[in-house]
């Protein structure tokens, strides 16, 4: 299996590498620090996997790419490749995210070698699979008919949730102020804290996740 490693932490990404390439079955063919460069990389070295980590920073000051967009990047131009998502992050907006993004597998940092072995072999061999407890959550949601058994970004308060969700439909500040009865430095506050609550550098990352998450659909 010829694997692409994504992480934006070197000391992780080196160890993760040395740990694949121990493996009988596995060549890491490359690696990359950012989503943009996951992204060049997958079609350039056409991997049979990429394993990827979400929380992924900008680049030389650019706009940052994060591991869903670049997870949807990768598939869209290469469907072969089977992306396994590799992350810190076990939320259930960030799993959901990833699977409507089109990734095969998604496993939580502190993995074993072995549990990434087989996750490996799974998404290569057309399969899906989950860490144990993510497993759980997932079958939960197909049990419920699709639809997610908690709210989206639960770190968010309901009306930041609502922002957020307006934010997603293309609203302006001064639209959402309008609309919800609000001052423009409220909308402006709301906004601020969503924006540090998610961890995202601008509008489009915010509105990109929200849309993700099932936001930003209503009329």
């Given amino acids: 299996m010829r694997v692409l490693v994504v992480d934006d932490h070197p000391l992780y990404r080196e160890g993760l590498i040395t740990a694949l390439e121990s493996l ?18 997958a079609a350039e070295l056409t991997p049979d996997i990429v394993v990827m980590d979400l929380n992924l920073p900008a680049r030389d000051g650019g ?4 591991g869903i967009d670049a997870t949807r990047e990768v598939v869209r131009h290469r469907p072969e490749t089977a992306v396994l998502v590799l992350t810190m992050l076990d939320g259930d907006d960030s799993v ?17 070698r072995q549990e990434i072995a087989r996750a490996l ?3 290569g061999s057309g399969e899906v699979v989950f860490s144990a407890a993510i497993a759980g959550r997932v079958l939960s949601w197909f049990a419920s008919g699709g639809r997610a058994a908690t ?11 609502e922002v957020l969700d307006l934010v997603a439909r293309g609203l302006t500040n001064a639209a959402i102020a309008k609309r919800l009865f609000l001052s423009d430095k409220t909308v402006r506050n709301h906004v601020s804290n969503v924006f540090t609550k998610l961890q995202v550098a601008d509008r489009a990352e915010a509105v ?12």
Wanted: a negative charge.
């Fill in 151 to 161: 709210t989206p970004f639960p770190e968010l308060t309901e009306r930041e949730r």
């Fill in 63 to 66: 706009p940052a790419l994060n």
């Fill in 121 to 123: 072999r799974a998404v």
């Fill in 24 to 41: 009988p079955d596995v060549e890491v063919v490359g690696e990359a620090p950012d989503g943009h460069e996951a992204v060049r990389l």
């Fill in 208 to 219: 990109a996740r929200a849309r993700d998450a099932g936001l930003g659909t209503g009329g």
């Fill in 96 to 112: 959901f995210a990833a699977m409507r993004a089109g990734a095969r597998g998604y496993l939580v940092k502190g993995a074993d």
